[in-house]
């Protein structure tokens, strides 16, 4: 009879949580905060507002195939702000690629073309850029951009980005009329298009009244020109953009951030899930579409799941960098001992979890990038020689001083680097010793060179040499004359070919003074339903022509 | 009793005050402030340190504390340079996912957690007692992540009964509500569950040996009378303790639940504003938790006059 009881109680319990279940599953009109909606389904007809012939010849199978209006991807952190002037964050740009627009962005070749501008012709001097501007592109509060909003934006965007700053110091921005602007700069420079097309915080137009508005935080309207409007931000929940009807296509075909824009979803939901095992099981159960960011220790593991699909991209270099001006570390032959200790594959294995997840080449930038790829300093790059380390430190007098690596464990792989060269360091005699603090305090020592000898950061690629943070005494504390020299050198370069000459001379003296050393260079992973279509894994996720069939 | 509950608000004050005052020195030491969490990596020490001037960050401590504490005292908890919102609203908005998880949690933890209590005391020494006991043990050892993670993968991933992550707020349905709640309950109330049949289960031997439950049976009154109306009803001062300590403990303390399950709750706010250094939040919440638990604990105070009209708060 009790047996009786406790079978029905059981029951009972059991029926109450399938009923949730069943009872909870996402409804038609879902505009909740965290329920995807799965069955929000609109025919790909509706979607496709400039279907080609091709298309039209492809009809039937098109008609059978309903997507969602929901696009649901998972991130890793809740975006600091959506104003990408004055952040340099993924996150932010990420987001912000989809809802403003710059005058000039990269193409899926990375070069430069236009978005907003419409053309432009460049003084003899090469010092004065006439911009064009696009007619009719309206804004998400319904103005049309002009002038007056570039000027106002761009000349923000200069005081705000430390690498506009440094890289187009001394440039002004003028209307000529309400589609014509002037970019005066005080030198010419060879890569200015390059450093207006950045992808990271990026050069976006905002209407003058936003930035009139903006406080010393920032601005607080985010309103672009691009596919996206935004919708709603829940802080720490989601950020909801929703297709801008009133979007002006740009011309071409859609390349990188050029191009088509679809808004292909109309609704996206950037989720913040900040765990990794929840990221990857709510991909599993279908509840995010996207995730971003996934653990690369389980890209194995996940590799085989049919449901999956994923995209690997390499995206930029593990570093070391050295202080180069205090005690011992001021000393070469003690930074060359500790180069020669290197097992970059060993560093790079610990830090990123699979082979095929990253590559090792001692170049600082892109080494697929024709112009930029280098091999400068390869002798210095990953030597694995604790013979050669153990006779430079008897060169330099080391006599047993502290070596800090400072480091921080919010970020996994520098902490793992960091803890795998205090191995090598120890196994050549040098007493290396691994301070570890949260993200804020080891920025605080970082740009402290009393307060650390070496640490290692990741970083994504730069589309120029000359934006590395490498090259700037902020960074590292590195003050040395080759290196500004080297930089104008190449800016200043008659011809690609020559700049390209000049960076593999700053590159090698990066080596040869040991300053630095690349440690690798390492893939993002992005994973995906296998169903998902339209998806470009650029410098940022792409998310403007994706579709997910229902 | 009125005189006793004012007593013991007043006496919040001096508590209130002695936090504060030691959050806001423990914030100012650590280095690192909101500007270099809102700007990313590759800022400048200059753009740095011009937005912590801006912010008032590079002020002398007791020029910021005075002047945060003086705004207090006007109902001004600050503002979230992250959320761009007030303190108050922020833990507002934070409190109530953390508040319906919580009273979730604590449902389910006294569904199981009483009846199993009661009955393996009065079973005591039976397999039931002893499963209960093991079973206890158990959820007292097994780590809330874990427990999380095993509910996540088997009622998410594996049977997709419920969704394996985020909150959908009340106002939206009480099924979606409970359906996106039932894991993170699940996985903080069994582990508190297992702590309160321990302490009910004690609690309940302690009484169910004493004379007047002899003298209650003797009299012939129904088992189930001698247990629930006698037994239960001396035993209570202690589950009730034992429950607002659960209680207090969910609503301030579930973190690792509230990170793994995407809920944005106080427990996250809290992660994420010290990751910022979001000083007023973390200020707030502090004071805000501490506010919760002294409330908490005062009500079951209350309680126990309820459940024992021996116990007469106030009188000497």
């Not at chain 1, 047996?3 to 505009?31: D, F, I």
């Not at chain 1, 965290?34 to 039937?60: R, Y």
């Not at chain 1, 002004?172 to 010419?188: G, I, Q, W």
């Not at chain 1, 009393?450 to 000359?466: E, G, H, M």
Request: charged residues 20%.
């Amino acid at each position: 009879m009790k047996h009786g009881k406790l079978s029905r109680l059981l029951a009972l319990v059991l029926s109450c949580m399938m009923l949730l279940s069943a009872c909870g599953q996402p409804s038609n009109e879902s505009t909740s905060s965290e329920a995807p909606s799965t069955s929000t389904e609109q025919s790909a007809e509706t979607e496709k507002p400039a279907e080609d012939k091709k298309s039209e010849e492809n009809k039937d199978a098109s008609e059978a195939t309903t997507y969602k209006t929901e696009l649901n991807v998972a991130m890793t952190a809740n975006p600091p702000t959506l104003d990408v002037h004055g952040v340099n964050s993924n996150i932010v740009g990420g987001i912000g690629t989809h809802i403003y627009e710059p005058l000039f962005a990269m193409n899926q070749n990375y070069e430069p073309a236009a978005v907003l501008a419409d053309s432009y012709t460049v003084s003899e001097d090469g010092k004065v850029y006439t911009i064009k501007l696009r007619q009719g592109v309206k804004f998400h509060n319904g103005q049309e951009m002009v002038a007056d909003d570039v000027v106002a934006s761009m000349s923000r965007w200069l005081e705000l980005s430390g690498k506009a700053k440094a890289l187009l110091d001394g440039t002004v921005f003028e209307k000529v009329d309400d589609y014509t602007v002037t970019m005066t700069l005080p030198e010419a420079y060879a890569d200015v298009m390059t450093v207006l097309a950045a992808s990271i915080q990026f050069p976006a137009i905002y209407p003058k009244s936003v930035i009139d508005n903006a406080s010393a935080e920032g601005i607080t309207e985010y309103i672009g020109t691009g596919p996206y409007k935004l919708a709603e931000w829940k802080q720490d929940q989601y950020v909801h953009l929703t297709k801008f009807e009133e979007y002006t296509q740009p011309a071409g075909e859609s390349s990188g951030f050029t191009g088509e824009k679809l808004a292909a979803t109309p609704d996206i939901f950037f989720r913040v899930v900040t765990d990794d095992s929840t990221r990857v099981a709510g991909l599993q159960t279908g509840q995010y579409d996207i995730a971003e960011e996934m653990p690369q220790e389980r890209y194995q593991e996940l590799a085989g799941d049919s449901n999956l699909a994923f995209s690997v991209k390499t995206t930029g270099t593990l570093n070391l960098f050295f202080n180069t001006t205090n005690g011992i570390m001021a000393n070469q032959d003690m930074r060359q001992a500790i180069m020669a200790c290197l097992n970059c594959d060993d560093i790079m294995l610990a830090s990123y979890g699979d082979p095929s997840l990253y590559i090792l080449n001692p170049g600082w930038c892109n080494p697929d990038d024709a112009m930029w790829g280098s091999d400068a300093g390869s002798e210095y790059y990953n030597q694995n020689n604790i013979e050669k380390a153990k006779e430079l430190l008897k060169k330099a007098g080391y006599n047993n001083e502290e070596i800090v690596l400072v480091t921080t464990p919010d970020y996994g792989e520098m902490y793992n680097a960091t803890l795998v060269v205090q191995a090598e360091l120890m196994e050549a005699g040098i007493n290396a010793v691994v301070e570890s603090y949260d993200f804020a305090t080891f920025m605080e020592h970082r740009a402290n060179p009393d307060q650390f000898s070496l640490y290692i950061t990741s970083n994504r690629y730069n589309l120029s040499p000359v934006q590395l943070s490498v090259l700037t005494k902020d960074w590292a504390g590195l003050d040395r004359p080759e290196v500004d020299e080297g930089i104008v050198a190449i800016r200043t370069a008659a011809s690609s070919e020559e700049s390209s000459a000049k960076w593999d001379e700053l590159q090698s003296f990066l080596y040869e003074y040991g300053a630095a050393s690349v440690l690798g260079h390492y893939s993002g992973l992005m994973a995906t339903s296998a169903d998902v279509e339209g998806f470009n894994y650029f410098d940022f996720p792409l998310y403007w022509n994706v579709k997910v069939p229902a | 009793m009125i005189s006793y509950i004012l007593k013991r608000i007043l006496s919040l004050i001096p508590t209130l005050f002695v936090v504060s005052i030691v959050v806001f020195l423990v914030v100012y030491m650590i280095p690192g402030g909101p500007a270099t969490a809102l700007l990313g990596m590759e800022a400048t020490p200059e753009s740095i340190e011009a937005l912590n001037t801006e912010l008032g960050f590079n002020r002398p401590f007791f020029v910021q504390y005075a002047d945060w504490f003086s705004n207090v005292l006007q109902g001004d908890w600050g503002q979230s340079y992250f959320l761009q919102t007030s303190v108050l609203d922020a833990i507002g908005e934070y409190f109530g996912p953390t508040l319906s998880l919580a009273i979730l949690a604590q449902l389910i933890s006294l569904i199981i957690s009483v009846p199993l209590g009661i009955l393996a005391a009065y079973r005591r020494g039976s397999i039931v007692d002893v499963t209960t006991v093991s079973a206890s043990l158990l959820g007292i050892a097994v780590p809330g992540f874990l427990l999380s993670m095993f509910l996540m993968l088997f009622f998410g991933v594996y049977l997709k009964w419920f969704p394996v992550a985020g909150y959908v707020a009340l106002q939206e349905g009480l099924a979606e509500h409970l359906r996106y709640l039932i894991l993170p309950a699940l996985s903080l109330g069994l582990v508190q569950a297992a702590y309160i049949t321990r302490m009910s289960r004690s609690s309940m031997l302690d009484v169910l040996y004493m004379n007047y439950i002899r003298t209650a049976r003797a009299k012939g009154l129904k088992e189930a009378s001698v247990v629930l109306v006698y037994g239960l009803k001396n035993a209570a001062p202690t589950i009730l303790t034992v429950i607002g300590q659960s209680f207090g403990g969910l609503v301030t303390g579930t973190i690792v639940t509230e990170t793994l399950f995407n809920i944005p709750g106080l427990g996250m706010l809290t992660m994420t504003s010290i990751t910022r250094r979001d000083v007023f939040v973390i200020q707030g919440v502090v004071l805000f938790v501490t506010l919760i638990y002294v409330l908490v604990n005062l009500v079951v105070d209350i309680l126990y006059g309820f459940v024992d009209p021996r116990i007469q708060l106030g009188r000497k």
